[in-house]
Every structure is written in structure tokens, then in C-alpha cells.
């Protein structure tokens, strides 16, 4: 089911949710599976179902969560609201994107409930954040794909290295040498490169520009020298586009146009997304199973923040990349702390079964288990 995709403006949804007592109350009762404790009942809408859990019944949950952050997992989080919009009539949701830079600096001046993003916060930004501590929780994954718009070439291959000549504009025409090197036997047209990215602070550029640097940075003794980030100082021959949508429609609109854009947003223009080389010297394909495979193995800190790209493994995606919602762990209305928890539980958990089907990739199990006890953290 991929209506989300589809949709061009759904950032207000109802959205029906269950706190999870037992994964939300102690550490040891958290790593419990609680998918398995969910049981579907009908529901008075007829085809509609109202999910209980645990004893206790999303419907409860009463009042409006607003929040911002990263587009790159808005099509989630959009899907999540509007497939549970009947069980929680008294409770409504609203995710309005705009970017991770946006949804942390809204978060700091409490303009929102939460935020998302798909980078982890500056330590020097730490202090901005005027409601106190807060706490990572890990949604989803997914691949950042490399989309184009090359009329004639339906398949194509790309190695780091060529990617960042791309974006540095040492590499400006289709049929360059390096391309030509990384796709032998195809017919590369004499076609400029336009090479689309960001305007906002974003962590999808975040994530983009730390697995160049991972990859062909100065430590890997490669070209890259941009640097890493939300944001950074892009040639000024590149095109910006506002969230992952503005750059996939900029490659859609553009002949010989090349950006950086999550897989919905990809699959929902309709982009041909190409291969890129990873760490193993394997072409991959951006796929939730290269995602899931980037996964396996990372390394996970203590406030689980990690870094999905340029893993390790034959069959990693090396753009894949992870997202969070960040909130404060105080809340100063015990009802909106509740909604929060509630919210959260239901995307680590039903929502782990509803990712795959919008182009998202679940937690690895062991991830998702140590993200239900960091909801726990959120009260009043």
C-alpha cells in the first residue's frame, strides 16, 4: 500500500495509537517482543480495525501532537497517521517536514512536540535545546538513492569517486572518462550534468556527504573536499531543491540531472536510480534488503545514534542511511508525554511491519528492542 507517495500534502492526520505498558515501564519488561502482543479486533467502522495492545486501548490517547524535522522519513510517518486515523478520534498528529536542520531548531525553542532527523545533534548544539535532556529513538532505515535523468540509459553504475567529482563539478558531461570507466559496454550520451541537491539543512545531505567523506574523503585518500554535514559549501554550478521532493523533482523536470533522494520519493517520480559501488567493490543497488544488510553488524552507541553508510559487507548498500524522532525526556503535561510514548510504540512497532510497504527497511530486532526502552525515558 503506497498512498502516502501519492499523496501531495498530507501533514495533518489523526492518528490512532496504544502505549504498550510493558515495554514502555522497565528495562527488563522492554525487550520483549510486543508485535506479538498486539491482537486486531473489529473495529465499529466495519473494514476498519482498532489495534488493542497489552490491555490497553489506543482510543484512550486524547489531545495534538505538532511536529517537524526530516522529510526523508515524512512518507512513514504520513502513512503511520493516516492508516491508524480511526482508532484515536480525540488525538491528532501533525508532521510538517521541512528538514532535520528545521525540525531540531524548532525542537530547541519547544515550537514542536518533537522532531525528526536523520543526524545527530552537534555537542556545542546540545545546550540550545531549552526543554533539557532529550532522547534518540531509531524509526527506520532506508537507501539514499543516486536518481537521474538520462534519456537512453535505463541502467547504470557508479563508483564514490565519480559521485564526488559529480558534485565537485570536476566531472560536468555524461560521457566523462570516470562514468564511461564505471559503466563498460553502455552508450553514455554527450549530455551536461546537472547535479541536484539540498537547500535546507538536511540530513539527508548529512548522511549523503559523510559517506563520501567515509568513502573518498582525505582520510581514504580519495578527492572529496567538502567536507561533511547539514549543510555545506556546494559549487555554485549545482541546483538546490527544498527536501528530498524538491530535489526528485528537479531530476524529474531536468535532461542530464542527477540528485540525492530517499527511495520513496524516488519510486513516487518515477526516477531510474543507479548502483553504486561499495566498500566490497560491488555494484548495489538501493534496496531494502541492501539496507538491511548495511545494518547488519553496525555499531550502535549508548544513546543509539550510529552511522549507516559505507558499511561493510558484499551485500551493504553504501548510502544507506537511519533516521530518528528526538523529544525531551520531560514533558510538562503528562497527557502529551503519554500521546508521545504512544506515538513512538506504535512506529517501533506495527509500523515495523507497515515500513516495507512504503520503501523503508525495519530496525534490526536488537535496535528496535533498545528504542522501546529509550520511550521509556519520555514522561512528566
Known amino acids: ?40 479486533v473489529s473495529s465499529a467502522a466495519g473494514d476498519s480495525t482498532t489495534t488493542v495492545a497489552a490491555g490497553l486501548d489506543y482510543s ?22 493516516a492508516n491508524l486515523a480511526t482508532a484515536a478520534p480525540n488525538l491528532t498528529v501533525e508532521y510538517g517536514g521541512g528538514g ?55 541502467k ?20 566523462d572518462a570516470a562514468i564511461a570507466a564505471d559503466n563498460p559496454g553502455v552508450t553514455l550520451p554527450d549530455q551536461a550534468i ?51 521532493s524538491g ?3 528537479i531530476v524529474k523536470s531536468t535532461t542530464g540531472a542527477i540528485g540525492y533522494v530517499d527511495l520513496s520519493d524516488a519510486k513516487a517520480n518515477g526516477l531510474n536510480v543507479a548502483s553504486v559501488k561499495n566498500k566490497a567493490g560491488k555494484f548495489i543497488a538501493p534496496t531494502l534488503e541492501g539496507t538491511s544488510a548495511a545494518a547488519e553488524g553496525v555499531t550502535i552507541k549508548d544513546d543509539l545514534t550510529y552511522f549507516l553508510g559505507w558499511a561493510d559487507g558484499d551485500a551493504a548498500y553504501p548510502i544507506a542511511a537511519q533516521t530518528w524522532i528526538i523529544a525531551y525526556t520531560t514533558q510538562a503535561d503528562p497527557a502529551k508525554a503519554e500521546a508521545i510514548r504512544g506515538f513512538l510504540t506504535y512506529l517501533l512497532n506495527e509500523g ?4 516495507p510497504t512504503i520503501d523503508f527497511a525495519p530496525l534490526p530486532e536488537s535496535l528496535r528492542l533498545k528504542a522501546i526502552e529509550n520511550i521509556a525515558k519520555i514522561g512528566a
Open 156 to 175: 547504470l553504475q557508479l563508483s564514490p569517486a565519480t559521485i564526488a567529482g559529480i558534485y565537485q563539478l570536476t566531472i560536468t558531461n555524461w560521457n
Open 194 to 244: 546537472v547535479a541536484a541537491r539540498r537547500a535546507d539543512g538536511s540530513g539527508t545531505t548529512d548522511n549523503f556527504t559523510k559517506f563520501l567523506k567515509a568513502a573518498v574523503g582525505p582520510d581514504a585518500g580519495g578527492t572529496w573536499a567538502l567536507g561533511s554535514g547539514s549543510t555545506v559549501e556546494w559549487p555554485a554550478g549545482t541546483q538546490a531543491g527544498d527536501g528530498n
Open 352 to 355: 515495523q511491519k507497515l515500513a
Open 1 to 40: 500500500m503506497n498512498t502516502s507517495r501519492r499523496r501531495t500534502g498530507a501533514v495533518v492526520g489523526v492518528l490512532a495509537l496504544s502505549l504498550i505498558g510493558a515495554a514502555c515501564s522497565s528495562s527488563s519488561s522492554s525487550t520483549k517482543d510486543t508485535t506479538a502482543a498486539t491482537t486486531p
Open 60 to 81: 484512550k490517547l486524547s489531545g495534538s501532537l505538532v511536529a517537524s524535522g526530516a522529510t526523508f522519513p515524512k512518507s512513514f510517518y504520513d502513512e503511520a497517521i
Open 247 to 249: 530535489v526528485a523533482q
Open 100 to 154: 532535520s536542520g528545521k525540525g531540531r531548531s524548532d525542537l530547541q525553542q519547544k515550537v514542536v512536540d518533537f522532531a525528526g532527523t536523520d543526524g545527530v545533534v552537534k555537542a556545542e548544539d546540545i545546550a540550545k535545546f531549552t526543554g533539557g535532556d532529550f532522547v534518540y529513538v531509531p524509526t527506520v532505515i532506508a537507501p539514499i538513492t543516486m536518481s537521474y535523468n538520462l534519456p537512453g540509459v535505463d
